[in-house]
């Protein structure tokens, strides 16, 4: 099993829906993180949280430490929000622990 | 605002050759990383330098080597390519542990 879990692993919405990707990790971690991968392209931070909530424009990301469990959510949802969404967790060491993934579609 | 910038973007190799891909970064990062990313799979860890002048294995270390050959830049060498190595490369650098990683654009590697 791997130790950073993401669900779904595909996902397709109609511009304007509200969306939300989950993550569960198994191990203890110092922090957690969001990051986006367009198609082609390179891989950006969105979140990183250890605590709590955090929101950047029609992006929110929360965790559940006690629960091991992280959602990203999208408001709104544009076809520019087609990527593929990484959750990744860090622990004491300088190393990063990804998930597999998930392909968002918007379609217009 | 470079951040990472990867060289190079697209490469084909031939079973054998060897190549060296390069990484810099511009933020003054300690920490830099090597990743390989491939279909079905979370990015794997190859090398990563937790300071100028120290490297270390990762998950997937076997058929790489490293140089950390000054704080903004860390190279990653194929010595002889094979083509499981096939994949996606990704370099990245953070400040320090645990704080948010910065990632280059990718290479694109293929081994016939």
């Known amino acids: 099993k791997n130790e950073v879990e993401q669900s779904p692993q595909n996902l397709t919405a109609q511009e304007g829906e509200f969306i939300t990707i989950n993550c569960s990790y198994s191990v203890g971690i110092s922090a957690l993180h969001w990051l986006q991968q367009h198609p082609g392209g390179g891989i950006v931070s969105l979140f990183m949280l250890s605590s709590g909530k955090k929101k950047h424009g029609r992006l929110i990301a929360t965790i559940n430490i006690q629960e091991k469990h992280s959602s990203l959510h999208i408001t709104a949802s544009h076809p520019r929000d087609s990527a593929v969404y990484i959750c990744a967790v860090s622990r004491s060491t300088d190393k990063l622990i990804f998930g597999t993934g998930t392909r968002l579609q918007v379609f217009p | 605002n470079a951040g990472v910038t990867q060289t190079p973007k697209f490469q084909v190799l031939k079973t054998g050759q060897s190549m060296t891909l390069q990484c810099a970064q511009d933020m003054n990062h300690n920490s830099m990383y090597w990743y390989r990313q491939d279909p079905g799979m979370g990015l794997r860890l190859i090398y990563y330098?937790?300071?100028?002048?120290?490297?270390d294995k990762g998950e997937v270390p076997n058929g790489y080597n490293v140089s950390r050959l000054n704080k903004r830049e860390f190279s990653l060498r194929l010595e002889s390519a094979a083509p499981s190595q096939t994949s996606v490369y990704f370099c990245?650098?953070?400040?320090?542990?645990?704080?948010?990683?910065?990632f280059g654009q990718g290479t694109r590697l293929t081994v016939v």
């Open positions: 990245a650098s953070s400040a320090l542990r645990d704080s948010e990683a910065f």
């Open positions: 330098s937790a300071s100028e002048g120290t490297t």
